[in-house]
C-alpha cells in the first residue's frame, strides 16, 4: 500500500469548516486504514489499496455523503509532492 496525500481543496476558509477529527472518523468509517490529519488544514493521508484518481473521487464521494460537503480533493505520492 502507497502513502498518498488527500489535499482538500478549499476547506476551512469562508465557511467551509471541516473539524479534522470528524474527517478522520467519517474516513475510518468508509474503510480507509491508518488515517493521519495535518492541524486544521483540510489535509489528510488516508490508508488505502486505491491510488490517483480513484481515491480522489472515492474520497470525494464519502466527504459529500457523510460530511454534506461538496469539495475537490486531488493525491499525491511522496514523491510528487517533493517535485
Known sequence: MTRQVAL???V???G???VMSELRAVCEKAGF???ETLIASGNLVPGSNFKGSTLESLLEVVIKNEMGLHT???VRTASQLDA
Do not use: A, D, F, Q
Request: aromatic letters at 0%; proline letters at 0%; hydrophobic letters at 35%.
Open 12 to 14: 476551512n476558509l469562508g
Open 72 to 74: 475537490e480533493v486531488s
Open 33 to 35: 486504514t491508518k488515517v
Open 8 to 10: 482538500l481543496r478549499g
Open 16 to 18: 467551509r469548516k471541516v
